[in-house]
Structures are given as C-alpha cells and as structure tokens.
C-alpha cells in the first residue's frame, strides 16, 4: 500500500525548499513514504517529519530535514526551531519547523540554503562537492 502524500505541492515554504535544493549539481527530488525528498546519491533534504511518539504529520509538515554537522547540532537543536525528527533524529538529522520561522516571507532563507548545503556536502558524492565549490 502506497503511503498518502503528506504534502501540498502549491505550498510556498515547500516552492522555496524546492527551488534551494534543485540548484545544487546532480540534485533531484522523489516522494518517498508521502514526502519530498532531495538526494544525489543519498538524500540531504526531506520536507516535513514528525517527532517520536507522534506521528501527526501537521505539526511539523512544513519543516526541512537535514544532516548538520555534528559540531552545530547541539547549538540547532537548543534553538526553539529545530526539532529531533523521528527516525532520522538518531542518526544526526535535525528539523528545522519553517512555521515557526514566520510566513514564507519573512523565513531567513539563506539560513536555510546554509543548512541544506552542510547537508548536501555530507551526503553528496565528493565530484559533485567539487562540482558545488567550483560554482
């Protein structure tokens, strides 16, 4: 059985995650378990999560999950913004809740485009990092 999609593809925050990921060298998106998804190789952005013990998508469906370097977790996750997303969380991830950054308009999004390149550069192939630094 197929897994509902857990998005709305009209979404503004998602219109911009997905214009930041989709400029990075060899990025492409997929739905995977009703999410979007970007990846290379492996994936370094999933929009929207949920927190262990509670798998209501709402609270946290309009959210960038990403790889940080393990040095800056610390600091994101005591930021009220930032979430341990189920799953993913005990491998590294954080989420970053975009709500709570303010309406599509006011979100910092070269912080955001930050955290999505940390991400990339740690799942990425070492060509298309190079690719990333030569730009």
Do not use: N
């Not at 503004?12 to 995977?32: F, H, N, W």
């Not at 952005?45 to 999950?65: I, R, W």
């Not at 979100?107 to 192939?125: F, G, H, K």
């Amino acid at each position: 059985m197929a897994h509902p999609m857990m998005f709305d593809a009209s979404d503004p925050y998602l219109t911009r995650v997905r214009e930041i990921c989709l400029r990075m060298p060899g990025a492409d998106e997929k739905v995977s378990h009703g999410r979007p998804t970007f990846f290379t190789t492996k994936v370094f952005v999933t929009y929207g999560g949920t927190v262990k013990g509670d798998h209501d998508p709402e609270p946290h469906g309009q959210s960038v999950l990403v790889l940080p370097d393990a040095d800056d977790r610390p600091a994101l996750l005591g930021d009220d913004r930032f979430f341990e997303p189920a799953y993913l969380g005990p491998s590294g991830w954080v989420g970053l809740d975009l709500r709570a950054c303010g309406p599509p308009d006011a979100v910092d999004w070269a912080e955001v485009t930050e955290l999505v390149d940390a991400s990339y550069r740690r799942t990425a192939p070492v060509r298309l990092v190079r690719e990333l630094d030569a730009r």
